[in-house]
C-alpha cells in the first residue's frame, strides 16, 4: 500500500470513531419528556336509611361464691334470650361475645402490707344481636331489660348492603374531581387529557349510641325511644390527569 493510501484510510477510521463518539454523546444526553400533569380531589356523599341494626346486651350479676355469681347469671340470661328471641325475625341473629367470671377485690388501706382480698365474684354474658326490625328496636330493649339484662350498649345502624349508595357516592365524587380539574385547567390555560391515576376513600357506615348501665337497670321507666336518623355514605376519588 502507498503512503498516499494508508493516510487516506487512517483519516477515514479516525472519522468513523469521532462520529461514532459523537452519536453516543448525543443518545445519553438525550431525556424523555416531562410529563406534565394535574392532581384533584372530590367528594361525594348520599344518604340512605338503614335496614339493620346492631347492639350488645348483657348481664351481669354478683356472688359471694363463684359458682353463685354464676348460677344467678346463668338463669337471668336465659330469660334475656328467650325474651330477645321472641322478638326477632328468622334471619336476625343473636351471637355470644363475651363471657368472664372474676373475682372482686378489696384493696388493702394506703399504709397496710397486706395482700388485696377476694370479697366475691362477678359473672357477665354478652351477646351481640342483629336484626333487620328496625321498628321492634326499642321493645327489645325494655324486655331484654325486664328480662333481667342490665347492660345494654354499642348500638350501631348500618346497611346489609351498601354497593348501590357507594356507587352513587363515587359517581358524585368523580363529577366533583372533574369539574375541578376543568377550572383550574381553564384557570392555567391548559388542556386536561387523559386520567394518569386515581384511588377511592370510602368511610364506614355507623351511627354508634349507648345506653349508660344506670338508666337501663331502672325498674320503672318510660318506654326506650329510638330514633333512627339517615345514614351518610361518602366517598374521595383522587384523580391526576395528564396536561398540555
Same mark, same amino acid.
Given at each position: 500500500m502507498s503512503v498516499r493510501c494508508w493516510m487516506l484510510a487512517a483519516s477515514i477510521s479516525?472519522? *468513523?470513531c469521532f462520529v461514532a463518539t459523537c452519536s453516543v454523546a448525543v443518545r445519553a444526553d438525550e431525556k424523555a419528556p416531562e410529563r406534565r400533569t394535574l392532581s384533584v380531589t372530590g367528594e361525594g356523599?348520599?344518604?340512605a336509611a338503614p335496614d339493620t341494626v346492631v347492639l350488645s346486651i348483657a348481664v351481669e350479676t354478683v356472688g359471694p361464691k363463684a359458682s353463685a355469681a354464676a348460677s344467678e347469671n346463668a338463669r337471668r340470661s336465659t330469660a334475656v334470650l328467650d325474651a330477645v328471641k321472641g322478638l326477632v325475625g328468622k334471619e336476625d341473629k343473636i351471637t355470644t361475645s363475651r363471657y368472664a367470671l372474676e373475682p372482686r377485690y378489696q384493696q388493702p388501706k394506703p399504709g397496710e402490707a397486706v395482700e388485696p382480698?377476694?370479697?366475691?365474684?362477678?359473672?357477665r354474658n354478652e351477646v351481640q344481636v342483629e336484626t333487620h326490625k328496625l321498628d321492634a328496636v326499642g321493645g327489645l330493649i325494655d324486655a331484654a331489660n325486664a328480662a333481667g339484662a342490665n347492660r345494654i350498649?354499642?348500638?350501631q345502624f348500618s346497611l346489609s348492603n351498601r354497593n348501590e349508595q357507594l356507587?352513587?357516592?363515587l359517581e358524585k365524587a368523580g363529577a366533583e374531581a372533574r369539574a375541578q380539574a376543568e377550572s383550574v385547567a381553564k384557570a392555567l390555560g391548559?388542556? *386536561?387529557?387523559?386520567v394518569a391515576s386515581a384511588s377511592t376513600t370510602t368511610v364506614p357506615v355507623v351511627l354508634p349510641r349507648s345506653f349508660p348501665h344506670g338508666a337501663?337497670?331502672?325498674e320503672a321507666r318510660a318506654p326506650t325511644p329510638i330514633e333512627l336518623g339517615a345514614l351518610t355514605i361518602s366517598a374521595t376519588l383522587q384523580v391526576?390527569?395528564?396536561i398540555e
Amino acid at each position: 500500500m502507498s503512503v498516499r493510501c494508508w493516510m487516506l484510510a487512517a483519516s477515514i477510521s479516525a472519522g *468513523l470513531c469521532f462520529v461514532a463518539t459523537c452519536s453516543v454523546a448525543v443518545r445519553a444526553d438525550e431525556k424523555a419528556p416531562e410529563r406534565r400533569t394535574l392532581s384533584v380531589t372530590g367528594e361525594g356523599e348520599v344518604s340512605a336509611a338503614p335496614d339493620t341494626v346492631v347492639l350488645s346486651i348483657a348481664v351481669e350479676t354478683v356472688g359471694p361464691k363463684a359458682s353463685a355469681a354464676a348460677s344467678e347469671n346463668a338463669r337471668r340470661s336465659t330469660a334475656v334470650l328467650d325474651a330477645v328471641k321472641g322478638l326477632v325475625g328468622k334471619e336476625d341473629k343473636i351471637t355470644t361475645s363475651r363471657y368472664a367470671l372474676e373475682p372482686r377485690y378489696q384493696q388493702p388501706k394506703p399504709g397496710e402490707a397486706v395482700e388485696p382480698r377476694i370479697t366475691g365474684y362477678v359473672a357477665r354474658n354478652e351477646v351481640q344481636v342483629e336484626t333487620h326490625k328496625l321498628d321492634a328496636v326499642g321493645g327489645l330493649i325494655d324486655a331484654a331489660n325486664a328480662a333481667g339484662a342490665n347492660r345494654i350498649s354499642n348500638i350501631q345502624f348500618s346497611l346489609s348492603n351498601r354497593n348501590e349508595q357507594l356507587r352513587a357516592a363515587l359517581e358524585k365524587a368523580g363529577a366533583e374531581a372533574r369539574a375541578q380539574a376543568e377550572s383550574v385547567a381553564k384557570a392555567l390555560g391548559v388542556r *386536561l387529557k387523559e386520567v394518569a391515576s386515581a384511588s377511592t376513600t370510602t368511610v364506614p357506615v355507623v351511627l354508634p349510641r349507648s345506653f349508660p348501665h344506670g338508666a337501663m337497670a331502672m325498674e320503672a321507666r318510660a318506654p326506650t325511644p329510638i330514633e333512627l336518623g339517615a345514614l351518610t355514605i361518602s366517598a374521595t376519588l383522587q384523580v391526576t390527569y395528564s396536561i398540555e
